[in-house]
C-alpha cells in the first residue's frame, strides 16, 4: 500500500514534520511564544491527523516483520552508495521504512504523545524557542526509530533522540538536571555503542546478491532476517554460535537501558524526577517503548536462535522487574519517582509477555506497551498539575485533594485504577494477555509475577489515600480545578484508557497478524 | 417466554444500574434531590426484570446462553486460533442470584434516602450504589470466567469507594485499603487458577471446561492441577467471603455507611464467593472441596468465637456475617449445594436486615446524641443503648425476627436452611469419618443464638444506659422501617417452603439442584445420592439436636444479659486468655501487621537501599573509576606523552636556537657554506 501527498510518502511526512515545524520555530525571533508554540501544536497535529489515516488505511491482514512485500506504506531507495570499498565490496545504506502491525500502534502513540506533550508544554517560559526546536527534533527521532527499517537509518534516528533529550533534561530540568542528564546520556550512549557494534558485525555477515549477481553488504533489516544472506564463514554466520549468542547479549542490554530493565534501570528514576512534565511525558510514554519494540523489530527475528536460547533470562529480568519495581515504588515519597518505579513494573510485564514467544503474550505486550503509553503519560501529567500549582511533589505533601479539585481527581483516578490493572480500563486487558501467555511458557516465573499486582494495589492505594483523601490542608483551600487547556490534555487520554478497557478488538486487530507471523518465524527459528 | 427477550431483559437489568451511575456522575449535581430517584428507578426497573427473568427460568429446565465475540487472535501457538468471548448464561442459579441481588438494592437504596440525607455526598453514594449492583449482576449472570474475574475486580472497586464514603477520616480511607488489597491477595490466587484453566482448555466458559474435564482432559494432564485450580480459584471466594485467613478486612470495611454494609458486606458482595463455588462446583475435586469444607468451618467458629464478645452493634454483625459465610463455604464443600445456596439467599434477607436495623438503632441515636450536644458517646456502642424496644417497635420487632431467624428457630427461613447444612454436614462426616466438621457447625448454631441475643436484649431490652437519650429517641421514617418490614416478612418461612420444618420440599432447594460432577469418579465429591441417602437418615436427629441448641443458646444468653443470673463479667473473668483472645480479634491484625504488613514495608526499603547503594553505586562508582583513569591518563598524557611531544619541540627549537646563529645574512658566509656543501657533495659522490 502507498499513500503520497505531494509526491512524498506519507510515512516521511509523519517523520519529517516535526523538523519542519523545527525550522519555522528557529526563524521565528525570540519573543513570539505563542508563534512558536502553535508552530509545535500544529505540526505536531497534522502529524497525528496523518497518523490517524494511516492507522485507518492499515490493511489488518499484511504480515510484515521479514516479508518486505507485506510492509505498508513503503518508500525505499538507495541513500548512501559507496561503490567497491576494499575487502567489503558495494555499500548501500537504503532510506527504507515502512510499517507493519508491530509498528502501527507505536506511530499512533507518539503521534498522540507528542500532540499532548505540547499541550502540556504551553507553560514552558524559559528559552521557548530553544526548548521546543529540541522538542521537536526529538519526535522526529522517535518517530523514524518506529519506521525505519534498515538498521543504518534505524541507528541514527535511535542517537538523533539522544542529544534534543539530555539538553531538554540538562536546561530545563529540576535541581539535580545535570546529574540525570549526565546519566541519561552515558546510560543510553553506552546502550549505542554495543547497538552500533552489533550492527556492523550484521553488516559485514549479510550481504545479498542482487539483479546483476553483485554480492551487496547490506543494512536492510529484512535481509537481515534471511539465513540464506549470511556469507559462509563470516562471524555471525550459521545459528546458534558463541559470536550469535554474543551479539543477541548486546543488543538486548542496548534495548534493555531503554526498556529499562534490571538491573539497567536506575537512569530512568533520576532522568523522571529532574524532567519537566512533558518530557516526563515523552520519556514514560514513548521513549521507554522503543527498547522494547526495538527488541522484536531488531533483536527478536534477526537472532531468533539466540532468542529462543535466552527466553528465561527475558522472562527473568521481567519478573524481577515487575516485582522490584513495585517494592521500590512502594517506597518513594516522591511522587514522581513513585510513578518512575511503577513504570518499570508494567515494562516488567511487556518483556515477560515477550519472552512467552506466543501470540497472547506478544499481543499482551505490544498492547501493553501502548497501554502504559497512555495510562503513565496521564500519570506524569497528574503530578505535574499538582507540580505547577504548588512546586511541590512529595505524596505526603497533600491530602484531602478530592475535595478541592473534583475533576481532577476523578480523571487521577481513572489513571491510579488503570495502573492498578483494574478490569474495565485498558491496563487490565494487555496484562491479562502477557501473564495468559507467559504462563504457556513459564508456569513458576509467571506465578510469582501475578503476586506483582497485590504490590501494585497497595503502593496506588497509599497514593491515592496520602495525596487525594482525608483531610484538606489550609495552603491548599485555593488550588484551582484543571483548566480547558488540562482537560484537554487528560481527556483523550481517558476516554482511549476506558474504550480500550471494554473494547480492545480494534486494537488487537491492528497488531495480530504481524504478531503472529513474527511468533511463529522467531519459533521457526530462522528458516 | 422467549430465550431472546429472556436475554435481552438480563442486558437492561445488568445495564440500567450502570447507566444510572454514568448519570449520577456526570448530571448529579444538576438533577433535583441529586438525582437519587434515578439511581432508585433503575433498580426497582432491574428488580422488575430480574423477577421476570427468574420465573420464566424457573419454568423450563434448560438455561439459557448468548456469547458475543470480544478479542480474536489468530493462530496462537498449540491453540491454533482463539476466540475469547463475553456471555451471559441464565439458568436457576444465576436467575436467583439476580432477583436477590436486585431486591436487596433496591430495598437498600429506598432506605439510604432516608439514612443517607444531608450527606454532603449523597449524589455520589446513590453513583456508587449503582455501579456496585451492576458488578455485581455482572458476577452473577456471566457465563465465563474471565467475567467473572472482570467483575469480580469491579465489586471490590465499589466496595473500596463505597467503604471509603467517609474519607475524610482515615480509618475509613484504611479500612477502603484494607478491603481492596486484601481481596487481591485472593484474586492473585483467583487468577493463577483460572489461567491454569484457560491455557489447557483456551476458554474462559464454564460449559466448555465443564465440557473438556468430564470428557477426560486434565489441566495439563494432571489430577493434582485440576484440584490445584479449584483451590486458587477458591482463594477468589476466601477473600471476597472474607473466609479464614483473608476474613480481616470485613470488619474494618464497617467503616462504610450502614446500609453499604447491608447490601454489599453482608447480602450480596461477600456471598460472591459463595456463588463462585457454586459456579465451579463440578469441577472441583474432593480435595479441593475438603480443603474449601475445613477453611469454611474454621472460619465459621473462629468469627463465632469473637462475635461473642463484641460491643460494638456493626462489628457483631460482621462477625456474624463471617460466621455465617463459613457456614455456607462449609456446606458446598460437604457436597450440601442446595443448602449452602438457600442459605446465602435466606442470610441475605435476613442479614440485610439486621443491618439496615442496626441502622435504624445508630440513626436515632445519633439524632439524640446531636440533640443532646453529646459528641463524646459511641452511637453504635451497644452499652450506650439498652431499653430501645418502646421507643423504636418497628425496628424492634423485624430486630428480632432477623434474629429468630438467624439463630435458626423454627417457622423462619433461617431454620429451613441451617438445618439442611447441619444435616448435609452430619451425612458426610457419617461417610467419611471428617465428624470434626458437623461438631464444628453444631457449636457454632449453638453460639450464634448467643450472641445474636446478646445483642437484642443488650440493644433494645432491659435499663437505658441513659434515661435523657432514651426519651429522645424516635423511631426511624417510613422510607427506613418500610423495607425492614419487607425483609421480615422475606424472612419467615413460607416463601421457601411450605412445610415449615423442611426445606427440602420446597421450591427453593428443588430449583437449586446440585449440578453433576465432571471430575474422574475416583477423586470426585461423594455422589450426590448417596449423600442425600444419607441426609434423609439423619436428618430428624438433626432438626431435634438444631432447635436444642439454638434454643439452649438464646437461653442462656437470656440468662446472662436479660434476668442477670449469671455475670457476664464474672465469665470473662474465668475464661481469662480466652476473652482476651476473642475481645482481640485473635490478634490476626496484629500478626498481619507485624509479618507481612512490616515484612513487605521492609522489602521495600531494601529495594530501595539496594537501588541506591548498590546499583547506582555501580554506575556511580565505574563513573568515578572512569574519571579517575581519565585523570590518570590526563597526567600520563601531561607528563609524558605532552612531555615527549614537549620535548621534540624543545628540542627542535633548541636547534634552531642554535642553527639560527649560522643565518648571518652576510653573502660572503653564506658563499663559504656553499662551496664547502658542494665539495662535501663531491667528496661523498667519489668515495661511492
Redesign the interface.
Same mark, same amino acid.
Given at each position: 500500500m502507498e499513500f503520497q501527498i505531494f509526491g512524498i510518502g506519507i510515512l516521511t511526512w509523519i517523520v519529517f514534520l516535526p523538523i519542519v515545524g523545527m525550522l519555522i520555530v528557529l526563524l521565528l525571533p525570540n519573543e513570539q511564544k505563542n508563534a512558536i508554540r502553535w508552530t509545535a501544536a500544529t505540526v505536531t497535529g497534522l502529524q497525528l491527523v496523518l497518523a490517524v489515516v494511516v492507522t485507518m488505511i492499515f490493511d489488518r491482514t499484511a504480515l510484515g516483520i521479514n516479508d518486505s512485500n507485506s510492509f505498508q506504506f513503503v518508500e525505499q531507495f538507495r541513500w548512501i552508495v559507496v561503490e567497491a570499498v576494499p575487502w567489503v565490496g558495494k555499500i548501500e545504506i537504503m532510506y527504507f521504512m515502512g510499517i507493519d502491525g508491530l509498528s502501527v500502534l507505536m506511530v499512533l502513540l507518539t503521534a498522540l504523545i507528542s500532540v499532548i506533550g505540547v499541550i502540556s508544554s504551553w507553560n514552558i517560559e524559559k528559552m521557548v524557542k530553544g526548548y521546543f526546536a529540541l522538542y521537536l527534533l526529538l519526535v522526529t527521532g522517535m518517530m523514524g526509530v518506529f519506521v525505519a527499517l534498515d538498521f543504518f537509518l534505524f541507528f541514527i534516528f535511535w542517537e538523533v533522540m539522544l542529544l534534543p533529550m539530555y539538553f531538554l533534561i540538562g536546561i530545563w530540568g529540576g535541581a539535580r538536571r545535570e546529574y540525570a542528564a549526565i546519566?541519561f546520556f552515558? !546510560?543510553t550512549f553506552v546502550g549505542g555503542v554495543l547497538m552500533l557494534l552489533v550492527m556492523l558485525a550484521l553488516y559485514f555477515s549479510v550481504a545479498y546478491t542482487n539483479e546483476a549477481g553483485e554480492q551487496i553488504h547490506t543494512f536492510n533489516l529484512l535481509h537481515m532476517m534471511n539465513a540464506a544472506n549470511y556469507v559462509e564463514g563470516s562471524i555471525l554466520y550459521g545459528l546458534d554460535t558463541t559470536w550469535r549468542y554474543v551479539a543477541w547479549l548486546a543488543l538486548f542490554i542496548s534495548f534493555a537501558i531503554k526498556v529499562p530493565l534490571f @538491573?539497567f534501570?536506575?537512569?530512568l @528514576?533520576d532522568a523522571h524526577v529532574e524532567a519537566p512534565t512533558p518530557i516526563s511525558v515523552i520519556l514514560a510514554g514513548v521513549l521507554l517503548k522503543l527498547g522494547t519494540y526495538g527488541m522484536l523489530r531488531v533483536l527478536f527475528p534477526i537472532l531468533p536462535d539466540a532468542t529462543i536460547f535466552f527466553m528465561y533470562l527475558m522472562a527473568s529480568l521481567g519478573m524481577i522487574s515487575i516485582i /522490584?519495581g513495585a517494592?521500590?515504588a512502594?517506597?518513594?515519597q516522591d511522587f514522581k519517582k513513585l510513578i518512575a518505579y511503577s513504570s518499570i513494573s508494567h515494562m516488567g510485564i511487556v518483556m515477560l509477555g515477550m519472552a512467552a514467544l506466543?501470540?497472547?503474550g506478544t499481543?499482551g505486550a505490544v498492547l501493553q506497551m501502548f497501554n502504559h503509553g497512555t495510562i503513565t503519560a496521564m500519570l506524569f501529567l497528574i503530578v505535574g498539575v499538582l507540580y505547577d500549582r504548588t512546586s511541590k511533589r512529595g505524596v505526603y505533601d497533600f491530602g %484531602?485533594i478530592? #475535595?478541592q479539585m473534583p475533576k481532577y481527581t &476523578?480523571i487521577a483516578m481513572v489513571a491510579m485504577?488503570a495502573a492498578l490493572g483494574?478490569? &474495565?480500563l485498558s491496563g +487490565?486487558?494487555s496484562e491479562?494477555f502477557s501473564?495468559?501467555g507467559a504462563?504457556?511458557s513459564f508456569r513458576w516465573i509467571?506465578?510469582i509475577s501475578?503476586?506483582g499486582?497485590?504490590?501494585t494495589?497497595?503502593y496506588i492505594?497509599?497514593t491515592v489515600?496520602r495525596v487525594f483523601? &482525608?483531610?484538606l490542608s489550609d495552603v491548599h483551600k485555593t488550588l484551582p480545578d484543571l483548566t480547558g487547556r488540562e482537560l484537554l490534555m487528560f481527556i483523550p487520554l481517558a476516554i482511549i484508557v476506558i474504550f480500550l478497557g471494554v /473494547?480492545?478488538?480494534p486494537a488487537?486487530?491492528l497488531m #495480530?497478524?504481524s504478531l503472529?507471523?513474527l511468533?511463529?518465524f522467531v519459533?521457526g527459528g530462522m528458516p | 417466554m422467549g430465550m431472546d427477550s429472556l436475554i435481552l431483559f438480563s442486558l437492561f437489568a445488568l445495564f440500567l444500574p450502570l447507566a444510572g451511575f454514568v448519570v449520577l456522575?456526570f448530571f448529579g449535581n444538576r438533577l433535583p434531590r441529586e438525582g437519587d430517584w434515578v439511581a432508585t428507578g433503575a433498580v426497582a426497573v432491574s428488580f422488575v426484570l430480574s423477577l421476570i427473568i427468574m420465573f420464566s427460568k424457573l419454568a423450563t429446565p434448560d438455561s439459557v446462553t448468548a456469547t458475543w465475540?470480544?478479542?480474536?487472535? &489468530?493462530?496462537?501457538?498449540?491453540l491454533g486460533g482463539?476466540t475469547i468471548e463475553l456471555g451471559i448464561l441464565i439458568d436457576n442459579l444465576s436467575s436467583i442470584m439476580l432477583v436477590v441481588v436486585t431486591l436487596i438494592s433496591l430495598l437498600v437504596h429506598v432506605y439510604s434516602m432516608g439514612y443517607m440525607q444531608g450527606d454532603s455526598r449523597y449524589g455520589r453514594y446513590f453513583a456508587y450504589l449503582g455501579f456496585f449492583t451492576f458488578s455485581m449482576l455482572g458476577i452473577v449472570i456471566t457465563h465465563n470466567l474471565?467475567m467473572m !474475574?472482570? +467483575?469480580w475486580?469491579?465489586v471490590g472497586?465499589s466496595s !473500596?469507594l463505597l467503604i %471509603?464514603h467517609y !474519607?475524610?477520616k482515615?480509618s475509613a480511607?484504611?479500612a =477502603?485499603?484494607k478491603a +481492596?488489597?486484601v481481596n487481591?491477595?485472593g484474586? =492473585?490466587g483467583m487468577?493463577?487458577g483460572i489461567?491454569?484453566l484457560?491455557?489447557h482448555f483456551a476458554t474462559f466458559s464454564f460449559d466448555a471446561i465443564f465440557g473438556a474435564v468430564a470428557a477426560g482432559d486434565l489441566p495439563f494432564a494432571s489430577q493434582a492441577w485440576l484440584t490445584a485450580a479449584g483451590v486458587l480459584i477458591f482463594c477468589g471466594a476466601i477473600g471476597k467471603s472474607a473466609q479464614f485467613p483473608l476474613h480481616v478486612w470485613l470488619p474494618d470495611a464497617m467503616e462504610g455507611p450502614t446500609p453499604v454494609s447491608a447490601l454489599i458486606h453482608a447480602a450480596t458482595m461477600v456471598a460472591a464467593g459463595v456463588f463462585l463455588v457454586a459456579r465451579m462446583f463440578p469441577i472441583l475435586t474432593a480435595d479441593a472441596l475438603l480443603v474449601i469444607a475445613y477453611i469454611g468451618a474454621a472460619t465459621a467458629l473462629l468469627a463465632a468465637t469473637v462475635a461473642i464478645t463484641q460491643y460494638d452493634i456493626k462489628k457483631v454483625l460482621a462477625w456474624s456475617t463471617i460466621s455465617q459465610l463459613g457456614y455456607m463455604i462449609l456446606a458446598l464443600g460437604v457436597g450440601a449445594y442446595a443448602a449452602g445456596f438457600m442459605h446465602l439467599v435466606t442470610h441475605a434477607a435476613f442479614k440485610a436486615g439486621l443491618f439496615l436495623g442496626s441502622g435504624a438503632v445508630i440513626y436515632a441515636m445519633h439524632a439524640a446524641l446531636h440533640k443532646q450536644h453529646d459528641h463524646q458517646t459511641d452511637a453504635q456502642d451497644i452499652r450506650n443503648m439498652g431499653g430501645l424496644r418502646g421507643k423504636m417497635p418497628v425496628t424492634y420487632w423485624t430486630f428480632l425476627i432477623f434474629t429468630l431467624a438467624i439463630s435458626g428457630i423454627p417457622l423462619t427461613s433461617g431454620f429451613l436452611s441451617k438445618d439442611e447444612i447441619l444435616a448435609g454436614t452430619l451425612a458426610f462426616s457419617t461417610l467419611n469419618g471428617h465428624f470434626l466438621l458437623p461438631l464444628t457447625a453444631f457449636l457454632v448454631a449453638g453460639m450464634t443464638a448467643f450472641y445474636m441475643f446478646r445483642l437484642v436484649i443488650l440493644t433494645f431490652h432491659g435499663k437505658p444506659s441513659d434515661k435523657d437519650r432514651l426519651s429522645i429517641i424516635r423511631e426511624a421514617p417510613g422510607v427506613m422501617t418500610v423495607p425492614l418490614i419487607v425483609l421480615a416478612t422475606l424472612s419467615l418461612f413460607f416463601f421457601y417452603s411450605f412445610n415449615p420444618l423442611g426445606a427440602s420440599s420446597g421450591w427453593l432447594y428443588q430449583a437449586l439442584e446440585r449440578p453433576a460432577s465432571v471430575v474422574p469418579e475416583a477423586i470426585g465429591p461423594i455422589a450426590a445420592s448417596v449423600l442425600y441417602q444419607a441426609v434423609s437418615s439423619v436428618h430428624t436427629l438433626v432438626m431435634i439436636l438444631s432447635i436444642v441448641i439454638a434454643v439452649s443458646g438464646l437461653a442462656f444468653a437470656w440468662l446472662v444479659y436479660e434476668k442477670r443470673s449469671i455475670s457476664a463479667d464474672k465469665m470473662a473473668a474465668a475464661m481469662g486468655p480466652l476473652y482476651r483472645g476473642s475481645y482481640n480479634k485473635w490478634y490476626f491484625d496484629e500478626m498481619y501487621q507485624a509479618v507481612i504488613v512490616n515484612g513487605?514495608?521492609a522489602?521495600?526499603?531494601i529495594?530501595?537501599w539496594f537501588?541506591n547503594r548498590i546499583?547506582?553505586g555501580i554506575?556511580n562508582g565505574a =563513573?568515578t573509576v572512569t574519571q579517575g583513569i581519565s585523570k590518570i591518563s590526563g597526567w600520563i598524557d601531561y607528563m609524558f606523552i605532552d612531555g615527549l611531544v614537549n620535548f621534540l619541540a624543545n628540542f627542535t627549537g633548541a636547534i634552531g636556537m642554535r642553527l639560527r646563529k649560522i643565518q648571518t645574512g652576510k653573502v660572503q658566509n653564506y658563499l663559504v657554506f656553499a662551496v664547502f656543501g658542494f665539495l662535501v657533495i663531491v667528496f661523498f659522490f667519489m668515495a661511492i
Open positions: 546519566k552515558i !546510560y @538491573p534501570h536506575t537512569w @528514576p /522490584y517494592l521500590c512502594m517506597a518513594q506466543n501470540t497472547q499481543v %484531602g478530592a #475535595n &476523578g485504577f483494574l478490569p &474495565g +487490565f486487558v491479562l501473564f495468559l504462563f504457556d509467571t506465578i501475578v503476586t499486582i497485590v504490590l494495589a497497595a492505594l497509599w489515600q483523601l &482525608g483531610s /473494547y480492545p478488538a488487537i486487530e #495480530n497478524a503472529s507471523h511468533v511463529d519459533n | 456522575i465475540a470480544w478479542v480474536q487472535m &489468530g493462530n496462537v501457538p498449540v482463539l474471565l !474475574y472482570m +467483575f475486580e469491579l472497586l !473500596y %471509603g !474519607y475524610e482515615k480511607s484504611n =477502603a485499603i +481492596f488489597v487481591r491477595i484474586d =492473585a487468577f493463577i489461567m491454569i484457560f491455557v513487605t514495608l522489602l521495600t526499603h529495594s530501595n537501588d546499583i547506582d554506575v =563513573a
